[in-house]
């Protein structure tokens, strides 16, 4: 799995990278986790607000740090889909 956390580097942008190490760290899992802070490469996924996430190639959430219990059951779903 494969998860992004896209946005320039401002508060909620590093928010929401932060919430997604702590998840995966409750989860007990190994993910490559990446923070994209090109505006080319974000505007390539069509995304016009952030941050965003996205998760093996998809965009998953745009414009908000959701709580940390949604974002537990996003991360939770796209494992459950990799078999």
């Keep these: 799995m494969d998860i992004k956390v896209m946005g320039a580097g401002c508060a909620k942008c590093n928010k929401l990278e932060q919430m997604v190490m ?19 490469e974000i505007a390539s996924y069509g995304i016009l607000r952030t941050p965003a996430l996205i998760i093996n190639g998809q965009v998953k959430l745009t414009g908000m740090v ?16 990799r078999g």
């Design 66 to 81: 959701p709580p940390k219990e949604k974002l537990k059951e996003i991360i939770t779903s796209e494992m459950t889909k």
């Design 22 to 40: 702590e998840v995966l760290a409750d989860l007990n899992e190994r993910v490559n986790v990446s923070h994209v802070r090109d505006f080319k």
